[in-house]
């Protein structure tokens, strides 16, 4: 499986203005996995961290009633927009992951949060909030672990993809934990990118990373066990 081969995917017409996270790798990979999945005019789907949009509107695009959720205003407007630019109707809120969507339940839900492990103990600030993920790069996976039966529906279906640096194992663990049935359903291997390159001698100090300068990329599916 190439990097090319993931992206390849009927145009979506897609704005990112600065400090939204631009659609990548992960992205095209997370939406390949959604295209799996069943989704009619009935579906609800929620997109926790929505950045661009651009998983919203490819669920939209597929039929589905989607809400998407994002702590940050501009990520919201994008989202808005690219919906609009693409002929889809997206429902957006504000608000702290699954906060913002209280007592709501879903279908489908995917997510592609910030992963990427960071040195220092302060909070990310501007652009980095839609990468910088705590020491552990676990600081909203962990959280999206908790959070998952609380917002599925007793048949919904979770999707999310993070970094073989994040501990995928213990990502499953945390879905088993929590009673759901997880399980990697995609993954594709590719070079570090800006972020991580920059941090090399931190990450190896660290020991996320020996020689290998190349990174995996998972999908985890999860669903009520």
Excluded at 59 to 84: E, K, M, P, Q, Y
Excluded at 175 to 180: E, K, N, P, V, Y
Aim: aromatic share 4%; net charge positive.
């Amino acid at each position: 499986m190439t990097v090319d081969s993931l992206t390849a995917a009927p145009r979506l017409r897609c704005w990112t203005p600065p400090g939204v996270y631009r659609p990548q790798t992960d992205t095209a990979l997370l939406t390949r996995a959604l295209r799996r999945e069943r989704i009619t005019s009935r579906t609800k789907v929620l997109d926790l961290g929505t950045g661009s949009g651009a998983l919203a509107v490819e669920a939209a695009r597929r039929g589905a009633r989607v809400t998407a959720v994002d702590i940050s205003w501009r990520a919201l407007a994008a989202a808005w927009c690219n919906a609009l630019l693409n002929g889809q109707t997206v429902r957006v809120r504000h608000g702290d992951l699954a906060s913002a969507v209280a007592g709501c339940r879903f279908d489908l839900v995917v997510t592609n949060p910030p992963y990427v492990p960071a040195p220092g103990g302060a909070p990310p600030r501007g652009r980095a909030r839609a990468w910088d993920a705590g020491t552990d790069g676990r600081l909203l996976i962990d959280r999206i672990c908790a959070v998952a039966p609380t917002v599925l529906r007793p048949a919904g279906t979770l999707l999310m993809v993070h970094s073989h640096l994040n501990g995928v194992e213990e990502t499953l663990a945390r879905f088993r934990a929590a009673g759901l049935h997880a399980e990697v359903v995609d993954r594709v291997r590719l070079p570090f990118g800006r972020v991580l390159r920059s941090r090399l001698t931190w990450l190896r100090e660290r020991g996320l990373v020996a020689d290998r300068t190349t990174e995996e990329l998972v999908v985890i599916r999860a669903e009520h066990a």
